[in-house]
Every structure is written in C-alpha cells, then in structure tokens.
C-alpha cells in the first residue's frame, strides 16, 4: 500500500474531556475505496474519532491526514474533501429539500451545473426526486437521513464520514441508503462508518473494534472471526435467559451472549462440549432445546476479542 | 474572503420569509410594549385621595380645603370632624395623605401668625409619596400667600415690605416637564437592546441544538463567516426596531426629536454591535434553548436596572455604578435622549459613543474567540 492509496490515516490520535480519556492514541489506516467500519459499544469514542477526522474537533495529540491533507493544519482545505454526517444530519427544516441542496453546495462552493445535475442524480437514487419542493421538516425520519446524505455528497467528497447514519431508520431507507453507498465506493469514494448494526457491519470491508478509546483489532470481517478463540454453538431454548445463568462458568465454556431467542455458548472443543452441556441441562429439566454448531457473528467476535458486550 | 458569507445570509432571509410569523413575532411585542410604557410608565402623580380633618371650621379652614379641592393634583375624598374616620382612610387606603387643620387654625392665622398644618402620609410608595408632598407644600405655599396678601390689604396703611425669594423654574429640553418625554427615548434603547440580545443568542442556540452548527462547521467556512452570517441580519433588524419605535414615539405620542439623525444612527450602530456581542456570548454559554432563556433573563434585568433607564445611576451605591461602566443601555440612553431632546452633537457626545465602540469591539472578540472554543 502506498501513500497515494491512503485515503485516511491516522496515528495516535488522543483526545480527553476533562478527566475522561475519550480516545487514546488510536492508530489507522484507511485504503481508498475502502468501507471502513468502526464498531463499539456507546461510549467508546465512535464519534469523537469521526469529530477528529471532520476538522471540527482538535485532538490533543496525534496526526490525521485524509487524502494526503492534513486535517489539524489545514482544516479548511482538508474540508472540500471530507463529507462528515453526524446521527442526525442538521437540515433546515424550514427549507426545501431543493433549499437544503442549494445552501449545502454553496457552502462547498459547488458550481451551479454541478449543484444541479449531482443533486438530480442523488435525488434520484435517495428516491427523493418528487419531493424537492417539500419542507425539510415535513419529511419522514428515514427520507430526512437521506436528505442528508445527499446534502453531504453534493460537493462529490473523497471521504465520507458516516457516524451510525441509519440508527432509527426504516429497512427500506437503509436499504436505499446501502446501495448509494456502494455506488459510491465503486466511484472511489473512501468511506468511514461507525455503526449499531452488526449486519452493517459485516458489509464493512475492514473493522475497527473500539473499546474504551482504544481499538482492540482492526481486520476483515472474515479474518476477526477466524481470530475469534474457540467455536461457537448455537443453544435455541425457550427460556434462553435462565440458560444462560446455568451454562456461564462451567469447564470449557469461554463465553455466554444471549441473541434473543437463542443463547451464544463459545467453548473451547465443540466435540466434547456439546454432550457434556446436553447432559447438564438435561439434568437441570431445562425442557426441549437444540444445541448445533453456529458461524460467528461480529457481536460474537467483539465479545470474544474486547471482552464486553458489544453494540447491539 | 467572505464567499460563505452570502450563502449564510440568503439561508437567513429565507428562513425569516419561510417564518410567516416572524414580522409578527419581531414587531407586534415592540409596538404594544411601547403603548404600554408610554402610557403606563410615568412618575407624575394625579389625583392623590385625600382626607382632610377640620377641627377648626372657621373661614380659613374651608378656603384652604377649597383649594386642595381646585387641583387636579389632589382628589378630596372626605373631609370630615372625626378623627377616626382619618385612621380608618388611611388603613384602607381611601386615602394616601390625610391633612388635619387643627381647632384654631384660622384665628391664629388671623392674629397674623403662622399656624401648623398636620400632613399624614401613607408611605407604602415612598416615590407617590414624596411627589404629593411636593405638590401639597406647593398648594399650602400658594395658600398662605393669599392669606397674607389679604391680611396685607387690610392694613395697607400700615405696609412692611415682604421680602422673599419666589422661585422661578424654567424647565429646559422638556418644558412640559413630562415624563414620556424622558420615557420613551428610553424605552426605544431597552426594548431594542432585549430583543436583539434574545434573537441572537436564540438563534445561534438553535442551529446548536438543531445540528446545523456543527454540519455548518464541516464546511470549508470560517466561524467568524458564521457569525457574521448570523448577526448582519439581527443587526438590520435592530436597525428596523429603532426606527420603528422612534417614528411612532415621534409621531403618536408627539416627542420632540430635535439632533442629527446620523448621530441617532451612528449611536444605534454602535449599540446594537454591542447587543449581537452580548447574544453572542451568552449563546456560547447555552447548549439548549432553555440555558438561553434563564441566562437570557439572568442577564437582561440588571441590564435594565443599571442603565439609568428609571433609576439615577448616580443614587446607586459605587459598587453597582461600576458595573453600569460595561453597560452599553447606559450610554445608548445618554445618547438617544439627547439627541432626541437636547439636539448636542458629536461635540457633547463623543465619549458615550467611544464607549460603546469599546464595549462593542471587546464583546464581540471575546465572543467570537469564545465561540471557536464553543465548538469542541
């Protein structure tokens, strides 16, 4: 990887409110073209690393170059090149959609031909055309988060910054939004998402895993889960919680995350385990169940490898 | 250099014009208050309820009390020869000053010498209070010189020359010695100074609270563009609220605007760049709209209190006159009251509007430095 294909990169990046160390000498890298998902639990310095790279927070130490600019000494130009989108994009609800275009491109000294036929092709693809003379505000949520993803790449960004852009948002709309994404990663747009979603994140290309304000690991989606200690199993119950109670802390069980209707044992022998947990529960009249070998899922990885509870 | 600045302000008219009731909300608040205030805020005491006590009955007594009855000043609401019906007004307040003539009264004053009056007053407004007895001295003054000008008439061969000093007030600047005259100019000052210092801290708070600042601040654009943005519109609207409110001091309620328009705006300028700083900072202080409503309210009355809009400054104890030093309403009343009233110019003028330029300048750094901090 040479620089030219670095799109952001960042090392040691610290910053602290107060006493609260919210990110602590955070190091990455991200390829151009890249979708680059950050993942922890809340709290764990998801957006205070997307404010760094925004230009719109200065860390107390550390470097960023997005696009070969330096963010922190050169905010400004750093800026043209950046789209930052926060949870909730800030719209002018008292504008038009067309308004909100209009003042967005502005502000990125967007020419008039350009404003027009970018904004036309986004509108399109958000499936937003027939609203642009409608109130922002009158807008749904997920119709809202679009609009501000079309606001955010009106001036064509090199990297977009994404913090948990589809928290609240229909399945329709994420699925919109997800397709604009990829569209743009296939015209080398670089992109940076923190997400809530573990299956957002497993379309990630690349991951960080962030605990407490520092990244744990930061690999493919394919490789965490190899890197993941142990096997998985799958235990469907119908009482998955007093499961879990039961199985935590027993020989050979490394981990225990209940998913709903069903409980996620990581175990160190599949082949041994699973009999010896049959007849565990079996003698705690537990009642009917199914215990099969599972794939890992990111929120299993994140257990695993950070040690916590993960976003979900 | 400015190039964001234009977006900034045609996104702030348009969101002013989308606001069907912004005129409203802007214009309306300003027009009643000033009816309010100049109708309602006045020292000047009429009809002062008076009781009077006569124990004497004679001549004298009732050509006193007839005059007490002549003046609009005072309202005789009783007069009577029982001392408990004085008490009794009093407490109930029927009555705020009782005066008893004693039993005597007229043969004293007959005999050619002076006799006492009683004055009892109800001092719960200690200022309605004070000017009824003002009037009341007046009244009693005017009084005794009928009497000795008759007794005078009677011995006419044998005159003395009075000697006395009679007092002749002439009244500058507002001859009418009307208190609207003082009010309203200074009505126009605050009533601007508390809209604009509450629009622009509650704008900026807004776009805060709403998002905007910060998608604003990924922009390529500057803060002090930002700022710019948002207070050049306030700053013209200011400039509307004054012009408003002095056109409808000048032309409803008749006050003399006898200075220089271009020292009224020159003052106004300076003033409301003082008023956008003092927004300015109080939104750097409030993350939400309610944060800026309590400091808003917080730091709007002193400003009020101390600016010598109703109370001297120069009554106030040496540690509040200090303060009434960083107080922009302070000299934009000095300013606007003379223009309006006394016609001096920049000559008499200069050091208000320096200060102000001062206050205006150093409020407007310390904002716009605390505004960059604001955004972390």
Redesign the interface.
């Known amino acids: 990887m040479t620089t030219n294909d670095i799109a952001i990169h960042a090392q040691r990046l610290t910053k602290s409110f107060g006493a609260v160390r919210a990110v602590q000498e955070a190091s990455f890298a991200v390829s151009r073209g890249e979708i680059f998902g950050l993942v922890g639990p809340d709290g764990a310095g998801k957006t205070t690393i997307m404010r760094m790279l925004?230009?719109?927070?200065?860390p107390d130490a550390g470097e960023i170059a997005v696009d070969g600019v330096d963010v922190v000494a050169e905010a400004?130009?750093a800026?043209?090149r950046?789209?930052?989108m926060?949870q909730?994009?800030?719209?002018?609800?008292?504008?038009t959609v067309a308004?909100n275009i209009f003042?967005?491109g502005?502000?990125?000294?967007v020419s008039r031909d350009a404003r027009i036929t970018r904004g036309r092709e986004l509108l399109e693809a958000a499936g937003l055309l027939p609203f642009q003379r409608r109130?922002a505000g009158q807008l749904s949520g997920g119709m809202k988060q679009k609009l501000g993803l079309v606001?955010a790449l009106i001036h064509t960004p090199r990297v977009l910054l994404l913090d948990e852009p589809t928290t609240g948002v229909d399945p329709v709309s994420r699925r919109d939004f997800w397709a604009i994404l990829y569209n743009l990663r296939e015209n080398g747009v670089t992109i940076f998402i923190s997400t809530a979603y573990m299956d957002e994140a497993e379309r990630c290309s690349r991951l960080a895993l962030l605990h407490a304000g520092a990244i744990r690991h930061c690999d493919t989606p394919a490789r965490l889960k190899q890197a993941m200690p142990g096997a998985l199993l799958a235990i469907y119950a119908s009482d998955p919680r007093s499961l879990r109670d039961i199985i935590s802390g027993q020989p050979g069980v490394l981990g225990v995350l209940l998913m709903g209707d069903r409980v996620h044992v990581r175990v160190d022998n599949p082949e041994r385990r699973i009999p010896q947990l049959k007849s565990l529960l079996a003698g705690q009249g537990a009642g009917e169940m199914e215990i099969k070998p599972a794939e890992p899922g990111i929120e299993d990885v994140f257990v695993a490898l950070v040690g916590q509870e993960g976003t979900a | 250099m400015f190039?964001?600045l234009s977006?900034m302000l045609?996104?702030e008219f348009?969101?002013l014009k989308?606001?069907r009731w912004a005129m409203f909300r802007l214009i309306v608040p300003l027009i009643i208050q000033m009816l309010v205030f100049g109708y309602a805020a006045t020292f000047t005491v009429h009809h002062v309820a008076t009781s009077i006590l006569d124990l004497d009955q004679s001549q004298a007594s009732r050509s006193l009390i007839s005059h007490f009855v002549a003046t609009s000043r005072f309202n005789v609401v009783d007069v009577t020869q029982n001392r408990d019906d004085i008490t009794r007004d009093i407490d109930q307040s029927t009555a705020t000053i009782a005066i008893v003539i004693h039993a005597g009264f007229g043969r004293t004053l007959g005999n050619g010498q002076s006799a006492p009056l009683q004055v009892i007053v109800d001092g719960t407004n200690s200022n309605t209070a004070l000017i009824a007895l003002g009037y009341l001295s007046q009244i009693v003054a005017q009084f005794s010189e009928d009497q000795s000008s008759r007794a005078a008439n009677f011995r006419a061969d044998t005159a003395v020359p009075e000697i006395g000093i009679s007092l002749q007030a002439r009244p500058w600047f507002n001859e009418g010695l009307d208190d609207r005259w003082f009010f309203i100019p200074g009505v126009i000052g605050t009533l601007t100074l508390l809209q604009v210092v509450s629009l622009t801290a509650f704008a900026i708070v807004r776009?805060r609270e709403?998002?905007?600042?910060?998608?604003?601040?990924?922009?390529?654009?500057?803060p002090v563009e930002f700022i710019l943005g948002k207070t050049v519109p306030f700053f013209l609207i200011g400039l509307g609220d004054i012009a408003l409110v002095s056109a409808f001091g000048i032309f409803w309620f008749h006050i003399s605007f006898i200075g220089n328009p271009w020292i009224m705006l020159l003052g106004a300028s300076l003033f409301l760049l003082a008023a956008l700083g003092i927004g300015l900072l109080l939104s750097t202080f409030s993350r939400t709209q309610q944060q800026a409503f309590a400091l808003n309210f917080f730091f709007v009355n002193p400003l009020f209190i101390l600016s010598g809009f109703a109370f001297p400054i120069a009554a106030m104890p040496k540690l509040l006159q200090w303060f009434t030093v960083i107080n922009p309403l302070r000299y934009f009343l000095v300013v606007i009251r003379a223009v309006f009233l006394k016609g001096v110019g920049f000559e008499v003028l200069w050091p208000d509007l320096a200060a102000m330029a001062l206050l205006a300048l150093v409020m407007l750094t310390v904002s716009v430095l605390r505004f960059r901090k604001s955004?972390?």
């Not at chain 2, 709403?210 to 500057?222: A, D, F, K, N, Y």
């Open positions: 925004a230009g719109v927070l200065r400004e130009r800026k043209l950046i789209s930052y926060p909730r994009f800030g719209l002018y609800e008292d504008l308004e003042f967005y502005e502000l990125f000294s109130l606001c | 190039e964001r977006v045609m996104k348009l969101e989308r606001d776009e709403v998002g905007t600042l910060e998608q604003i601040m990924v922009s390529p654009i500057r955004l972390d």
